[in-house]
């Protein structure tokens, strides 16, 4: 009977010893994912204050776009009203309207462009944001987990 104690508490003991490695690992994995996760998460963190910059400068650019846009738009205006004054000189006062119709369409162009990119801008960054959200709830649950 003694014997088989003493085998019992030797198999315990190795068995305890076998238990011990692998949450040894299982923790050294989990730390190590944790790591990774953080290193994620301080990525797309700089990623996001990047963008949000981008988004603010391309606001400014748009803004002084609207100023331009305006200060074109009365320029056409006065442009018209000498049109209109100065008929006799109608192919000259044709040519320049043409080029600043063509001017209000680049920028028009230019206007809708970057309306497009700040839309584009602004979902990548939701996208960013829901994934990095996303990952923090996943890390947050890994935490619970863990503990």
Same mark, same amino acid.
């Given at each position: ?28 994995? %989990?730390?190590? !994912?944790?790591?990774? +996760? =953080?290193?994620? /998460?301080?990525?797309? *963190?700089?990623?996001?204050? &990047?963008?949000?910059?981008? %988004?603010?400068? !391309?606001?400014?650019? +748009? =803004?002084?776009? /609207?100023?331009?846009? *305006?200060?074109?738009?009365? &320029? ?72």
């Amino acid at each position: 009977m003694n014997r088989f104690f003493s085998i019992f508490n030797f198999l315990g003991v190795v068995a305890m010893g076998v238990l011990s490695c692998a949450q040894w690992q299982t923790n050294s994995r %989990l730390e190590a !994912n944790v790591e990774r +996760l =953080d290193q994620t /998460r301080i990525e797309q *963190s700089a990623q996001i204050a &990047a963008q949000e910059q981008t %988004l603010k400068d !391309n606001a400014a650019d +748009l =803004d002084d776009l /609207r100023q331009r846009l *305006s200060m074109s738009e009365s &320029a056409l205006q006065t442009t018209i009203a000498q049109r209109d004054r100065f008929a006799a000189e109608g192919k000259l006062l044709r040519a320049a309207l043409d080029k600043w119709i063509a001017a209000v369409k680049e920028r028009d162009a230019a206007l809708k462009q970057a309306g497009d990119l700040i839309q584009k801008l602004a979902a990548e960054r939701n996208d960013a944001i829901l994934k990095f959200n996303d990952l923090a709830d996943k890390y947050n649950a890994l935490v619970k987990q863990s503990q």
